[in-house]
C-alpha cells in the first residue's frame, strides 16, 4: 500500500512541474521571385521538352502549382510593387517604367506587416520598384519599406558577372568618348545595406549563397526573406566562362561603344538573330534552378522544411525576344496577352498545404500578402485587392478565385472575368522596339477555346464585350477616386 501511494505522490508531483506543451510555432516565409521566366520554362508543367528545373519541380511536388496566376504588369517594376503589397499598383498611379514605386506607405509590404510580427526579414536580389530605388533615403529602398538586411542591385537589370564601380566607370568613360547613346551595362557595386559590396561574381550564386547565410543566422527565429533573382533577365550571354566552355558555347561579347551602336548590338542578341540565344537563356535558367535547390537544401539541412511557407513567382510572363518560351500562350513580356501577365507560380508549406496539387483557379500576385496574412493568423489590410488562397490550398473552399482581373498600360488594356478576355491596343511603339508582335485594335477572347488568342469574338458576343469594357471603366472609375483622396 505504501508503495502504491508513493507512486501515486511521485506521479502528481511530476505532472504538476512538467513544462507546458510548446505552442506551435508560426512559419518561416520565403517569397522567391524570378525575373521573366517564360511560362512554359519549368519542366514539371510538361511544355517545353528541352527544360530540366529539378529543385523547381521538387518545389510542386511538395506544393500547389497554379496554372492561371497572374502578374499585375507585364514588365517589372510595376509587378514587384502589386507583388510586395497585394494591391493594384495603379492605385497610386504607376502604369509602366519610370513611377515613382512603392512611395506610399498607406500600402504596407509583405516585409512591414510581418516585422510588425516579430519577423526578422531580409530582401536579398533585385529591386526594381520606380525611377528612385537607387536613393537609400527613398521608401523603394529596401531598408525603409520593411526590411533589416539587404543585399543586391536596385536597377531593372544588373549584369550578372561584374559589380565594380571602377568597371561601370571605365565604361562610361569609353560610351562618353565614343559619342554614342545606348543604355548602361550596370557593371555598378552591389548594395549591402547602405554600404557598396565591389566585387566580381555570378550573381545568381551570390544571391543564393546569401540566403543561405541568412537562414542559417536566423534559425531560431521565425524569418521572412524575399529572395528575388535577376536571372532570367536580359543579358543572358553573361555566363560563367567555365559553363559557356562545358556547354560549346561562344556567347556574345557585352555591348561596346567604340565598336558598334547600341541598338544593332541589341537587335543582334534578341530573337531570331542570336543563333545560341535559346541556349544562352536555358544557362540561366540552370542556375537559377540550381540555387534555388541549394536554399531548400538548407532549409532541409536545419529542419525548417515543414515549418517553411516557400512561394515561388515570375514576376511578368517571359521575355520571347531573349528566348523564354511561353507555350500555349500568345506574346511576350511588355504585352497584355496572356503569354505577358501569366506566370509560374507555386506555393508550398508541407505543414498544412496538401502537397503535389495542380490548380486552374484564378488567382493572382496580389494573393501572396493576404495569403501569408491569413496562415499567420494576421489581420489582412482593407485596402488589398488580392485574396486570402488559405482555404483553396488546405482543400476547405476549392471556389475561391478572382471574379475579374483587369490591367491597364501607356498601350494596353486588359479584362479578365471566368473565360472571356477583353484586350485593346492603341500604340505599337514600344513593341516595335523591344521587337514583339502585337495587334492593335479591341479584341474578345475566349480562353477555354483559345488560349492562344487567335479568334476575335466581339462581333459574335457583343453583350461580354461590352460587359468587359464596362468593367475596366468602373475599375478606373475606383483608382481615380482612391487617388484624389
Given at each position: 500500500m505504501y508503495s502504491i501511494l508513493l507512486f501515486l505522490m511521485i506521479s502528481f508531483v511530476s505532472s504538476c512541474t512538467e513544462e507546458p506543451a510548446e505552442t506551435p510555432s508560426l512559419p518561416n516565409v520565403i517569397l522567391i521571385v524570378s525575373d521573366d521566366q517564360g511560362y512554359a520554362d519549368l519542366s514539371c508543367a510538361g511544355q517545353a521538352d528541352d527544360v530540366q528545373t529539378p529543385?523547381?519541380?521538387?518545389?510542386?511536388?511538395?506544393?500547389?502549382?497554379?496554372?492561371?496566376?497572374?502578374?499585375?504588369?507585364?514588365?517589372?517594376?510595376?509587378?514587384?510593387?502589386?507583388?510586395?503589397?497585394?494591391?493594384?499598383?495603379?492605385?497610386?498611379?504607376?502604369?509602366?517604367?519610370?513611377?515613382?514605386?512603392?512611395?506610399?506607405?498607406?500600402?504596407?509590404?509583405?516585409?512591414e506587416i510581418l516585422k510588425e510580427n516579430g519577423y526578422a526579414t531580409a530582401y536579398i536580389g533585385k529591386v526594381h520598384y520606380g525611377s528612385n530605388d537607387?536613393?537609400?533615403?527613398?521608401?523603394?529602398?529596401?531598408?525603409?519599406?520593411?526590411?533589416?538586411?539587404?543585399?543586391?542591385?536596385t536597377s531593372p537589370r544588373k549584369h550578372y558577372l561584374h559589380h565594380q564601380d571602377a568597371l561601370e566607370s571605365e565604361f562610361q568613360s569609353l560610351k562618353q568618348a565614343s559619342g554614342k547613346r545606348g543604355q548602361s551595362l550596370r557593371q555598378q557595386a552591389l548594395w549591402q545595406n547602405k554600404s557598396k559590396l565591389d566585387t566580381l561574381a555570378f550573381s545568381t550564386e551570390l544571391?543564393?549563397?546569401?540566403?543561405?547565410?541568412?537562414?542559417?543566422?536566423?534559425?531560431?527565429?521565425q524569418f521572412f526573406l524575399q529572395l528575388s533573382f535577376n536571372a532570367v533577365h536580359n543579358f543572358t550571354h553573361q555566363l560563367p566562362e567555365?559553363?559557356?566552355?562545358?556547354?560549346?558555347?561562344?556567347?556574345?561579347?557585352?555591348?561596346?561603344?567604340?565598336?558598334?551602336?547600341?541598338?544593332?548590338?541589341y537587335q543582334e542578341g534578341r530573337y531570331p538573330n542570336n543563333s545560341e540565344g535559346r541556349a544562352l537563356y536555358l544557362g540561366q535558367l540552370h542556375y537559377l534552378d540550381r540555387e534555388i535547390g541549394r536554399v531548400m537544401d538548407h532549409l532541409n539541412e536545419l529542419g525548417l522544411s515543414e515549418n517553411t511557407i516557400v512561394i515561388y513567382i515570375s514576376d511578368n510572363g517571359g521575355s520571347t525576344p531573349i528566348y523564354a518560351n511561353n507555350k500555349p500562350l500568345r506574346g511576350s513580356k511588355y504585352l497584355l496577352y496572356e503569354g505577358g501577365i501569366r506566370v509560374p507560380m507555386i506555393m508550398s508549406y508541407p505543414k498544412e498545404y496538401a502537397p503535389g496539387q495542380v490548380n486552374n483557379n484564378l488567382v493572382s500576385a496580389m494573393d501572396i500578402l493576404p495569403t501569408l496574412c491569413g496562415a499567420l493568423g494576421i489581420d489582412i489590410p482593407e485596402y488589398v485587392d488580392g485574396l486570402d488562397l488559405n482555404p483553396l490550398l488546405k482543400n476547405q473552399e476549392a471556389s475561391i478565385q478572382h471574379d475579374t482581373l483587369v490591367w491597364e498600360t501607356p498601350y494596353e488594356v486588359a479584362v479578365r472575368a471566368g473565360k472571356w478576355k477583353y484586350r485593346m491596343a492603341n500604340d505599337d511603339?514600344?513593341?516595335?522596339?523591344?521587337?514583339?508582335?502585337?495587334?492593335?485594335?479591341?479584341?474578345?477572347?475566349?480562353?477555354?477555346?483559345?488560349?492562344?488568342?487567335t479568334k476575335n469574338l466581339a462581333a459574335l458576343y457583343p453583350e461580354v464585350f461590352e460587359q468587359l469594357k464596362r468593367a475596366h471603366k468602373n475599375w478606373k472609375r475606383k483608382l481615380n477616386t482612391i487617388e484624389n483622396k
Open positions: 529543385h523547381i519541380d521538387q518545389l510542386a511536388h511538395n506544393g500547389i502549382r497554379f496554372t492561371q496566376a497572374y502578374a499585375t504588369s507585364p514588365i517589372c517594376s510595376p509587378s514587384r510593387a502589386g507583388i510586395i503589397t497585394g494591391c493594384y499598383q495603379q492605385r497610386w498611379g504607376t502604369y509602366w517604367y519610370g513611377g515613382k514605386g512603392i512611395h506610399d506607405s498607406n500600402y504596407k509590404t509583405v516585409a537607387a536613393d537609400t533615403a527613398n521608401r523603394n529602398f529596401p531598408l525603409n519599406h520593411g526590411f533589416d538586411d539587404y543585399i543586391g542591385h544571391f543564393g549563397k546569401k540566403a543561405c547565410e541568412f537562414i542559417e543566422e536566423h534559425q531560431k527565429e567555365s559553363y559557356l566552355k562545358e556547354n560549346s558555347l561562344e556567347g556574345r561579347a557585352d555591348w561596346d561603344p567604340s565598336k558598334e551602336e547600341y541598338y544593332d548590338w511603339a514600344n513593341a516595335t522596339y523591344e521587337m514583339v508582335e502585337v495587334e492593335l485594335g479591341e479584341f474578345l477572347y475566349d480562353l477555354e477555346a483559345d488560349i492562344g488568342e
